[in-house]
């Protein structure tokens, strides 16, 4: 990790401090819904592919902690108990094609979009501990991407239409849910030097993209 050059601005430190917070609770949070999501999975290659992947977010939350504590970061959790409690429940009620959707498509892909957008604006050791994190998140996408799409070849037409046609809708209910936890999200990116309307409009073409390749 890289130890030099720590920026010395407080309301940067804070900031970006904060986000490293939250990325590592989801990361850790992920860890553990695709973990109890292993049995359930309709066959091996999914199981397989959900254990590698609770292998990545493991390091990844053992990546960040360890940059987290050279930072200097107040580790105080940004997502409290109960929103985490509500956010493993959503996942786990879920049937396997809403759950590649909101996993891959909102959590993985929407979010991983987010995080990039602020890697060019980062100290160079938080840029250096995101950069494994963020090449094995692209791995992730892309077995939802691919995955989705399997799914969708076998449903009849109307059934497929219909399911594409609700994803918008699910990423919204996410993001609605998202706000609704009360985390000054715009803030932080703000004060890490990020254009927050420019950051959602990024989210939003990103979208557009991930929904594209569903649909081909
Ligand atoms: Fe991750
Ligand atoms: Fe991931």
Redesign the pocket.
Known sequence: MNTQNLPVDPTYRDAMGQLLVLYTQV?RL?MEICAERIATAPDEAAKLALAK?VG??SR?VAIQREWMETFGTDTTAVINPAQEDAIRAHFRALPWLEFLADMYLCV?ALG?EAVEKVVPLADPGTRESLHV?LS??LD?IAFGISRLQHELAGLPDPQRAAFLAKIPRRIEELADAFDGMGLDVSKMFEAVGADYAELCTAVLKRRDEVLEQVAA
């Open positions: 990361d992920i992947q990545d977010e990844h993985e991983s994190p094995d998140e992730h």
